[in-house]
């Protein structure tokens, strides 16, 4: 008998661990009230309206777009109006498809995604763009053209600048170079490799040797060992973001090449970023890839708050060239809150 | 004298009580009363939009079985192989080659969906099959054989696809699909019922009555409670062995291809850690890791668990970090109540 009383007290705990968890669930703004920003009406906006955003990380793992929900987060902080409901993916294009659904049936006003991959986030940004709800496609694109704007950077144009800055300034007398390179099959690692080699175009630099280390720093550092054993008469080394040049810089130092100049890009303005590096001398340039959180932000506003209804429908984010001359006030300005 | 007195002794062992039985029922489908459970917390905590509670809104809750369905279909494969007390890592990784498989046999190939689905389905059951081969034969363990298949699928799914997802485009002419393929992708019968969902809830009731009636049920249970008195019983341990991880191979398969279905893509870098999200539902559903006790209903219960969970804890907001910490004390919690479960309460 005893033993049974006890494991009914274990069920009997284990219901209430479960509704205890549920409970801590719960958060004053959706206790009932279904405010001003329900029902389907899409063309509500104004100032005097409470607006819910949804906001669609592919992937919060990556310090990128950790830093994107950020700046997405501290610009929605200055505009009242503004609720930010964060759902990160991890990296999973059904988990994403699914919380985009899951935003709809929370009925929110506004939708920021920035999409794991684009064929397969094509349909739920349809479904919310049809069902009349304004979408910010950020950093990654969708098929077709069932969204409100595109923001972000260009990397075929900040592969070609920091090309000629190689060209130009780093390396005016030429010389044989080490590229790493990001993720194979990935976008970005092909248009920051395309943009270079058009950036060194007519120059007397040679890309001496490529190598794949899939945006990630330890996987960097194991390439540059190799390049720079393979290649000891490479200059510098151009690597397609900041964690895989940072690890480059550590395999130099093994290599007794501590002074071998590598540059970056992605300049991420937070303590383990490019920026720092640039300040710390570890990196000798990086180029910003700039979020797009704010910018997403002084959209929402536009079309939520003050009623505009004629975004662009691309909106390309500039780079920045970061050396050590200006690392600190770049890292500065982009940390202001305004 | 003493056989005659011990008699009732026996029998009152092997039929225990009413009250015992409940308390195993209990334990056998904690996952069952875990998702009412769950269920109702998640009714009590909805958020309410016009007067509506959001989570009953028939679309929000034909998203969370949507959302279960591929997880589902692998865990009823992932139930089979630990019943005979093995694992299997691969199943991620298969489902991305699968869906590889079907988005290249469709647009590169120009395949029909029959033979499309076919091939692919073959696939998947021919990858299960030579894992259970190594299990059986060369009595490598499982957990080894399917590590290995975990990599050798994503790698061929990579190559395959050279790297590249691979988009579906619905049409008649090359380079499309047939738009019977969309089936998948427009996600909805009757406007409202997915149909990735009605695929699971066929395998689960396919999976629960092969486990119900047949010679091969006895024989899974045996080989899980205890391999060697099954052998020496009769049990043709290496076939079943070898057919069971072939089922979970064409389960991932066929998971795989829902997958592209719903995503309009192959993509060969997906189904990353699902194996582990399987094991997850096969867990919480009541199944012991050690093989020979457990069931489908529980997994299936498990799955569902584990996608309302999800979607109340998204429907109110919280941060995605809380939501895996909740995660885990529920896995946490659902293997703890096994240890707790009277050793007479069978399979």
């Known amino acids: 008998m005893t033993p049974s009383i006890r494991r009914r007290g274990a069920a009997a705990f284990a219901a209430c661990a479960v509704l205890a968890l549920a409970a801590c669930g719960t958060t004053s703004e959706n206790s009932g009230q279904g405010g001003p920003s329900g029902g389907a009406a899409p063309a509500k906006c104004g100032a005097d309206g409470k607006y819910t955003i949804g906001m669609s990380q592919a992937n919060v793992a990556e310090p990128y777009r950790q830093r994107m929900d950020d700046d997405i987060r501290a610009a929605a902080a200055t505009v009242p109006q503004f609720t930010v409901n964060f759902a990160d993916a991890a990296q999973d294009n059904s988990k994403q498809v699914e919380q985009v659904d899951t935003f709809l049936s929370q009925q929110i006003d506004l939708l920021i995604i920035s999409p794991n991959e684009a064929t397969p986030l094509t349909a739920p940004v349809k479904r919310a763009f049809d069902k009349g709800i304004p979408v910010l496609v950020l950093d990654r694109k969708v098929d077709g053209d069932a969204y409100t704007s595109f923001i972000g950077a260009d990397n075929v144009d900040i592969g070609k600048q920091a090309g000629q800055y190689y060209a130009k300034t780093l390396l005016p007398n030429g010389g044989k170079i080490g590229v790493l390179k990001g993720l194979a099959g990935s976008t970005p690692a092909k248009e920051r490799f395309d943009g270079f080699t058009a950036g060194i175009q007519g120059s007397k630099i040679e890309i001496a040797a490529t190598a794949d280390g899939d945006w990630l720093r330890d996987k960097g550092q194991a390439q540059a060992d190799a390049l720079l054993k393979a290649n000891p008469d490479i200059v510098a080394i151009y690597s397609e973001n900041d964690p895989m040049a940072e690890g480059a810089r550590i395999a130099a130092q093994n290599a007794g090449r501590a002074d071998l100049p590598i540059t970056g890009i992605d300049g991420l303005p937070i303590e383990s970023g490019g920026i720092k590096a640039v300040s710390a001398g570890r990196l000798s340039a990086t180029f910003i890839y700039p979020t797009g959180g704010k910018e997403a932000i002084a959209a929402a506003k536009s079309i939520l708050v003050d009623c505009k209804k004629d975004l662009p429908r691309t909106q390309t984010l500039g780079t920045q060239l970061v050396t050590k001359d200006n690392a600190d006030q770049v890292y500065a300005t982009l940390n202001k809150t305004n | ?347």
């Open chain 2, 1 to 347: 004298m003493t056989d005659v007195a011990a008699a009732p002794d026996t029998t009152s062992v092997e039929e225990p009580g009413p009250g015992a039985r409940l308390i195993a029922s209990l334990f056998r489908f904690q996952s069952l009363f875990g998702l009412v459970v769950v269920f109702v917390a998640a009714v009590a905590y909805s958020p309410v939009r016009n007067g509506e509670l959001v989570f009953l809104n028939s679309q929000n809750l034909f998203n969370v079985v949507r959302s279960i369905s591929e997880i589902g279909i692998l865990a009823v494969g992932m139930t089979l192989v630990i019943l005979i007390g093995g694992i299997d890592l691969s199943v991620g990784s298969v489902l991305g080659l699968a869906s590889v498989g079907a988005a290249s046999l469709l647009m590169v190939n120009d395949l029909g969906v029959a033979a499309a689905v076919a091939l692919v389905l073959l696939i998947g059951l021919g990858f299960g099959l030579l894992q259970g081969f190594a299990v059986a034969k060369f009595g490598i363990q499982a957990f080894i054989v399917t590590l290995a298949g975990m990599q050798i699928a994503r790698g061929l799914a990579r190559i395959w696809s050279g790297g590249q997802g691979i988009s579906i485009t619905y049409g008649d002419g090359p380079a499309n699909a047939p738009v019977a393929f969309s089936l998948l992708g427009e996600r909805t019968f009757n406007g409202l019922v997915p149909i990735p969902a009605l695929i699971f809830l066929v395998v689960a009731a396919l999976a629960v009555v092969l486990l119900r009636v047949s010679a091969f049920s006895r024989h899974v249970y045996a080989i899980g409670g205890n391999e060697k008195a099954a052998r020496l019983s009769g049990v043709p341990v290496t076939r079943v062995k070898i057919a069971v991880f072939g089922i979970c191979g064409l389960l991932a398969a066929l998971a795989g291809i829902v997958h592209a279905g719903q995503l309009n893509f192959g993509a060969p870098n997906d189904g990353a850690m699902y194996e582990l999200d399987a094991i997850a539902a096969v867990v919480i559903g009541g199944t012991s890791l050690m093989g020979g006790r457990g069931s489908v209903v529980g997994t299936v219960a498990g799955a569902l668990l584990v996608g309302v969970l999800r979607n109340i804890l998204a429907l109110n907001n919280i941060d995605s970090n809380i939501q895996l910490l909740i995660i885990g004390l529920v896995i946490v919690l659902a293997a703890g109540l096994q240890r707790l479960r009277p050793a007479s309460a069978g399979t």
